[in-house]
Structures are given as structure tokens and as C-alpha cells.
């Protein structure tokens, strides 16, 4: 799917198709700046955020960073954060909150996509929705990663491919609310590595 594509899509429609469910109240004739939304289009939305989240692939983590540093990076985090949108909506927010969900709508697979999708839905409310959905069940999933953390050993894996699993593991436990400290790391790295590197 053409990022930019997702994102021209998304600027180019009008009012009345973005702001579905969202009432410009008596701050209907405010001007929406051309240039900003020539900006937002000409974004590559692929370059800030290069994986696509699904849940299957187990990168919440990365997308969410990522994703957060694209809205930073344009201004544009309040869209997300739970930051109460102004009253009455303005045409420029609306503009800017279909760019997000756009943006949104192009990182994420057809399995994420139809979980979340809604009537009438907002950048916030779409974040929520997907924040809540990879964050459910974390009594469970912790124990479950906490184990897979415990037991893993390098075997045939590189140095590199076995520290890089279990950064993997350490970033799935911290997003359920178990941190791994950099102490912890170190010796579990260290007791799972292979038996070759013993006296090293």
C-alpha cells in the first residue's frame, strides 16, 4: 500500500467525508492552510514508519515508537495522547486528525485494521483501540514471556542473533509492565549462552 497515496487519499477528501461524526460547531468558517495539507501528503509515511503492525509479527513495541517520533516530528502528537481536542473542533484539527488516522490506517495489516475499526472514529480513539487490544491479557502473557525469557539459549545462533531474541523477549515483558533491568539482562545472556563460550 502507497504511503503516499494512503496519506494524498486521506488530505484530498473533503470536510464533510473526513469529519464524519465531528461537528465544526460555530467555528465552521475557519480556513484550513493549502501548504500544510500539501505537506502532510507529500509525507512518506514508510520512511518514519517501516513495518507494518500486525499480530502475528509481535512489533507493537516498534511500531508505537516509531509512530509516536513520526507525530512528534510533525506536531502532531496531541492527536494521540489523549490530549482533549479543541472545543469546538476547527477545520485545521479535523484536517489534521484525518492525516493521523490515515497514517494509521497505512501501518497497520487487514487483521489490526478490522479489529478497530469503527463508526465514526478519531485518531485518539483508534490508537486507544489498538493500544488496548496488544496490551490486553498482561497477567498471562507475562508469565508466558517471562518463561520463553528464562529458557532461552543460543544454541547455533550468532552472538548477535542470540542478544537481538532476547532484547525481543525483554521488549514484549516491558510492554505487559515487567521490565527487564540491564543487570538481569546480563545474566540471562550469560547463563543461556552456548557452552563453547565458557572460558571466554
Given amino acids: 500500500m502507497s504511503s503516499i497515496t494512503d496519506v494524498d487519499s486521506s488530505a484530498g477528501e473533503s470536510d464533510s467525508d473526513c469529519s464524519i461524526g465531528l461537528s465544526l460547531g460555530?467555528?465552521?468558517?475557519?480556513?484550513?492552510?493549502?501548504?500544510?495539507?500539501?505537506?502532510?501528503?507529500?509525507?512518506?509515511?514508510?520512511?518514519?514508519?517501516?513495518?507494518?503492525?500486525d499480530f502475528r509479527a509481535d512489533n507493537f513495541s516498534k511500531w508505537k515508537a516509531c509512530f509516536e517520533a513520526l507525530c512528534g516530528t510533525f506536531e502532531l502528537l496531541r492527536h494521540i495522547d489523549g490530549t482533549a481536542p479543541p472545543?469546538?473542533?476547527?477545520?485545521?484539527?479535523?484536517?489534521?486528525?484525518?492525516?493521523?488516522?490515515?497514517?494509521?490506517?497505512?501501518?497497520?495489516s487487514d487483521a489490526v485494521h478490522d479489529y478497530v475499526m469503527e463508526a465514526d472514529p478519531t485518531a485518539r480513539k483508534l490508537w486507544a483501540g489498538i493500544t488496548a487490544r496488544f496490551q490486553a491479557n498482561q497477567a498471562p502473557r507475562a508469565i508466558f514471556l517471562s518463561q520463553a525469557f528464562m529458557t532461552l539459549t543460543q544454541g547455533d545462533l550468532s552472538v548477535e542473533s542470540y542478544g537481538q531474541e532476547m532484547k525481543k523477549v525483554a521488549d514484549r515483558l516491558r510492554d505487559v509492565g515487567r521490565p527487564v533491568d540491564d543487570s538481569t539482562m546480563v545474566l540471562n545472556l550469560l547463563r543461556g549462552a552456548n557452552p563453547r563460550f565458557s572460558t571466554t
Fill in 87 to 108: 472545543d469546538p473542533l476547527t477545520p485545521a484539527w479535523i484536517q489534521e486528525d484525518c492525516c493521523v488516522r490515515s497514517w494509521i490506517y497505512s501501518t497497520i
Fill in 26 to 53: 460555530a467555528d465552521s468558517t475557519a480556513q484550513i492552510d493549502p501548504s500544510m495539507a500539501r505537506h502532510y501528503a507529500a509525507i512518506n509515511v514508510h520512511a518514519y514508519v517501516p513495518m507494518k503492525l
